[in-house]
């Protein structure tokens, strides 16, 4: 409804209570670990979603099974920021064209994430903290 897509980005309540990864991405999410040396996966998931978030195009509408062990909850994966980071998903998808409601926006999220764990771990220059702070700098 229009009313519920006007509501502000910031004011809308996060609805995604765990955070799961395909095997894929926990086989990549242990490659970036060894690689930069940052070694919890939440800290990389942040790092992946971002990464996906400034890339322009969407996500392609992949199926997903979320079958590996590695799982947090929203608030190990954003920490003090999950308002932020559930507002900049919010507002990726309203400029995607989405629809705001609940599933949608963890589909997306989701497709964001395992992209986002796919592009950083293609980027062969990222070998620490520092490599990631300079990719975050750069335009895409």
Same mark, same amino acid.
């Given at each position: 409804? =229009? #009313? @519920? &897509? ?8 996060? *609805?995604?209570?765990?955070? &799961?990864?395909?095997?894929?991405? &926990? ?8 690689? *930069? ?5 939440? /800290?990389?998931?942040? $790092?992946?979603? %971002? ?6 195009? /969407? ?5 997903? *099974?979320? =079958? ?12 003090? @920021?999950?308002?932020?980071? $559930? ?5 990726? %998808?309203?400029?995607?064209?989405? =629809?705001? =409601? ?9 497709? #964001?994430? #395992? ?9 062969? *220059? ?7 702070? &300079?990719?975050?700098?750069?335009? @895409?």
């Amino acid at each position: 409804s =229009d #009313h @519920h &897509r006007g509501r502000l980005l910031l004011g809308a309540r996060m *609805t995604l209570e765990h955070i &799961r990864v395909t095997q894929q991405a &926990r086989d990549q999410l242990i490659t970036l670990k060894r690689r *930069t040396g940052i070694a919890h996966w939440n /800290v990389l998931c942040r $790092w992946a979603l %971002c990464r996906s978030l400034a890339e322009p195009n /969407v996500p392609p509408a992949v199926k997903l *099974t979320l =079958d590996s062990n590695v799982e947090m909850s929203w608030r190990t994966f954003a920490g003090d @920021h999950g308002d932020v980071y $559930w507002a900049l998903v919010r507002y990726r %998808c309203q400029v995607d064209g989405f =629809d705001l =409601d609940d599933e949608i926006l963890a589909q997306q999220f989701r497709l #964001h994430l #395992h992209r986002g764990i796919g592009y950083l771990v293609g980027d062969t *220059t990222l070998t620490d903290i520092a490599s990631l702070a &300079r990719m975050s700098s750069t335009a @895409h």
